[in-house]
């Protein structure tokens, strides 16, 4: 517990007035809540394209020009967090207020907090355990703490936002997610494990195996850009894990892991793509073989992971397929210019002159990746995790196209007409020029689905991912149609 009483720097919400706004908003459809005393504008719009330097620390001035600038005490905001969130749990609502600020005392009324903490975390039932607590760097001008809390009866996230040691948002989402309908969950089980890395960390995991005698084929799930857990979680939705148990209902055992950089804490200043994708994938297919039942083991990689897919079974040569979901093609600098153009454009919020503006500035951040334009301590964030010079240098050596062709395995690319991120027009038909003649190569088009399958009208939108609805079936059945193809053996595929 930290002591109360020690020293704190702090400097107040209202030195940040003219750059944020005190606001209230319940995210039903989320299943969780944003509370905060101060923080950033809520309107929707694309993500914002941020640069840190280990060098350079940016900050708003404090209240008194004259106090020294303190460092940030990472374990004691950790720390301050968990006391909080233990006041929270244990309903001791008028100590977890001792750790918040008057701003966010007159914004978020006692009374408020815990109506939405009955509504959302209550239901949840008896607390277990805390299975993560981390600080995560600074964010809109404050330090965030984030955690995540296994219930009786369900997951909880917390995000705090401090101005010193002072809470001044409070943001939490529950885990309201139920199976799709094709999910039969009386067929598989699931099993945690851990998988070991280059950077002496482990990545939490779960494999999910028919539940039967039988010796059946497995897959390994490989993530998009950005920091994410093993489900892929966003809002409410569980993309891996939605593909995890349709699969393993139609007799595909998966295995699906923890990012390393959501998992671990590492110098990401170092971090190359195979630190951060392939080497961890290598790893898992490793692990997922060491299942006696397990014969054949695919992979399968979404957006980013759908790039990298071919460089894994490149170096694998017991991977028996490659699945491709949404691979990205095009080179990142021009698709981070297409996909801000697209969002901009959504948003009705903005004047002609702010549109132009932000779109300067991802061209701007485009063309200092496209020439490697960044700092050996650098790190640049794409909206989903900070990454450096290394991860986008490497990025750039790696010729997926000819590496994706060059493989003598079966291959299957799966691509939503409604993706906005990865498109029909940008990525799929430079994967069509180059792989469309190859037998070994199957590409199917899907008129009504988004860059996570889901089903939908018009062009995607970023608000889509927020709402409930789950990966499409037909692209569950699709991909274990193909590996069941390429596991049958001739006998059988005749029958």
Known sequence: MSDRNSPRSVSKCRSRSMKRRQYLVVLGVAGGATLAGCSGNSDDGPATNETTDDNETQSDPPDDENAPQQDVDESELEAITQD????????????????????????????????????????????IQFTSLKYQGEEQGFDVVSAQAEFADGRAEFSVQFDGQVIEGFFFNVDTWSPPAYVDESVFTEAELTLGTSSDCELGATVTIPDNNESVPGVVLVHGSGDQGRDQQVGPNRTFKEIAWGLATRGVAVLRYDQRPFACDIDRTEATVDDLITDDALTALDRLRQYDRIEETFVAGQSLGGRFAPRIAAQDDEVAGVIMLAPLAEPIADAIVRQSEYQLELNSNLTDEQRQAQLAQAEALAERLRTLDIGDDELINLGGGERGKPFFRTLQEYDHVETAASLDIPRFILQGERDYLVTVEDDLAIWEEELAGDPAVQIKRYESLNHRFQPGQGMGRPAEWSEPNPVDKQVVVDIAAFITEQTQTPSQSND
Not at 89 to 112: G, I, K, L, M, R
């Open 84 to 127: 909080f969130l233990e006041a929270l749990v244990a309903e001791s609502f008028d100590e977890a207020y001792e750790y918040v600020s008057p701003e966010f005392s007159q914004s978020v009324p006692q009374d408020n907090l815990i109506q939405q903490w009955e509504s959302n975390i209550t239901p949840l039932g008896e607390f």
